[in-house]
């Protein structure tokens, strides 16, 4: 069954510290996607890629860095992570584009920094 | 630029009743529409999405939802709820093509037996 798995599942880091956050999707999706949830701000589009080697810029991407090596894998990076970074992240993968895409999220990881 | 607006953060519903969940966008173009669930500690689940003709949509689990372009709106309903339907929902607009979507902030709905 297709799927997009995110790793690790729960993580704490210190302040200060480099986390990397892992994206696998089995969908052979080109586009794919990482987005935060915070009380009060819903979903909110960190960085996206239309494919291998290509990263774009969401709504919120200061602090976050992504990297696309693959068609299957998109990580998100805080090189210097920072209490305020302490969210829920989902990662996302999407076919085409358009009315007709299917988006298929991860089950989330959970960051606390502290 | 885009935005959804929920305009409410909690519903509470009794086991049986019916269910409307609100959602107004803004877009300037023909907007795709999707609404979403989320259990849990889960990630997000497709109930429908909208992106061309009849404006009335049918989801997942007896959920259906009616777009009206005069309205900029796109609201959820479900004829009759089950406690199981206790969740948060999230209405979503497409960014463009192939740009991801843009979320609203979600209405917890609680279902009583």
């Known amino acids: 069954e297709a799927a997009v798995t995110q790793s690790p599942r729960n993580k704490v880091a210190v302040t200060g510290g480099k986390v990397t956050l892992s994206c696998n999707q089995t969908n052979n999706h080109n586009n794919m996607y990482w987005y935060r949830q915070d009380t009060g701000h819903g979903l909110r589009l960190i960085h996206y890629?239309?494919?291998?080697?290509?990263?774009e810029k969401g709504d919120i991407p200061d602090g976050y860095k992504a990297s696309r090596p693959s068609q299957e894998n998109f990580s998100l990076i805080l090189e210097l992570a920072t209490p305020s970074q302490t969210s829920v992240y989902f990662c996302?993968?999407?076919?085409?584009?358009?009315?007709?895409?299917?988006?298929?999220f991860g089950s989330g990881t959970r960051l606390l920094v502290i | 630029a885009q935005s959804v607006t929920q305009p409410d953060a909690r519903v509470t519903v009794s086991e049986g009743a019916s269910l409307q969940l609100r959602c107004k966008y803004s877009y300037s173009a023909t907007p795709y529409l999707f609404w979403y669930v989320q259990y849990p500690r889960q990630g997000l689940q497709l109930l429908l999405k909208y992106y061309s003709g009849d404006p009335v949509v049918q989801g997942v689990n007896g959920f259906e939802a009616e777009f009206s372009k005069s309205n900029s709106s796109f609201h959820l309903r479900k004829a009759s709820v089950h406690w199981s339907d206790s969740a948060v929902y999230f209405c979503?607009?497409?960014?463009?093509?192939?740009?991801?979507?843009?979320f609203g902030l979600g209405t917890r709905v609680s279902v009583f037996p």
């Open positions: 890629s239309y494919g291998a080697g290509s990263t």
């Open positions: 996302a993968s999407g076919d085409a584009g358009g009315g007709n895409s299917d988006y298929t």
């Open positions: 979503a607009v497409s960014r463009g093509y192939a740009q991801g979507l843009t």
